[in-house]
């Protein structure tokens, strides 16, 4: 199975702040990676698709990017909507893996 | 307006089964693929399983190989998961998504998600 190395697993961050978080794909994927944003009690929201495509409706602030087979979520100019957990997904071969999640909150 | 409506959670004993619903609408559904992601309490997210648009194929992750049965009706426009055999790690928030259509939507709707409980 292809293992998805999701890292930061929390990120303390300030309103206005750049972060960025990884996913390391274990074996090759291409750009078969989705990010995702869940806020409590929610329903998982698509975010990025094809590793570095916005979704549909996704703030400008949000892109994705690809390196080898780092994975990268990056916020600019954070804002106190976008505190959530962010996953990625790998959507290469089944099983479908997703990261283990990163927390973004308030520092 | 695509809306994705999971049914059938609940509490159920360890060894018991349990299906779960998902009602389409707003699409055309047997025109997708569809999949069932879980997620236990306070933890990550889970791909379960995925069937084709028709029916034919099937996937399933190990943990569940052979006691989950994923399946759908077209022409009542809703995708099954049938939990046999179920264990207290199967306890969990199960979600319904639409898999594929255009590359962008891929996982682009999801439910609202049913709780299952497995515990004596």
């Known amino acids: 199975d292809i293992q998805m190395t999701q890292s930061p697993s929390s990120l303390p961050a300030s309103l206005g702040d750049r972060v960025t978080i990884t996913c390391r794909a274990s074996?090759?994927?291409?750009?078969?990676l989705r990010w995702f944003q869940q806020k409590p009690g929610k329903s998982p929201r698509l975010m990025i698709y094809?590793?570095?495509n916005l979704a549909a409706g996704v703030p400008s602030r949000f892109s994705g990017s690809r390196s080898g087979s780092d994975y990268s979520l990056t916020i600019n100019s954070l804002e106190s909507e976008d505190m959530a957990i962010y996953y990625c997904?790998?959507?290469?071969?089944?099983?479908?893996?997703f990261g283990a999640g990163t927390k973004l909150e308030l520092k | 307006e695509v809306q994705l409506v999971e049914s059938g959670g609940g509490l159920v004993q360890p060894g018991r089964s349990m299906k779960l619903s998902c009602a389409a609408s707003?699409?055309?559904?047997?025109?997708?693929?569809m999949a069932w992601v879980c997620q236990a309490p306070k933890k990550g997210l889970e791909w379960v399983a995925t069937?084709?648009?028709?029916?034919?194929?099937?996937y399933y992750r190990d943990s569940v190989k052979g006691r989950f049965t994923i399946s759908r009706d077209n022409a009542k426009s809703t995708l099954y998961l049938q939990m046999d055999s179920l264990r207290s790690e199967d306890t969990a928030t199960y979600y319904c998504?639409?898999?594929?259509?255009?590359?962008?939507?891929?996982?682009?709707?999801w439910g609202q998600g049913t709780l299952v409980t497995v515990s004596s």
């Open positions: 998504a639409r898999q594929d259509g255009s590359y962008p939507n891929w996982f682009a709707y």
């Open positions: 707003g699409f055309t559904f047997n025109n997708y693929d």
């Open positions: 069937i084709s648009y028709d029916g034919s194929s099937t």
């Open positions: 074996q090759d994927i291409g750009n078969y």
């Open positions: 094809g590793a570095t």
């Open positions: 997904l790998q959507h290469n071969e089944y099983p479908y893996t």
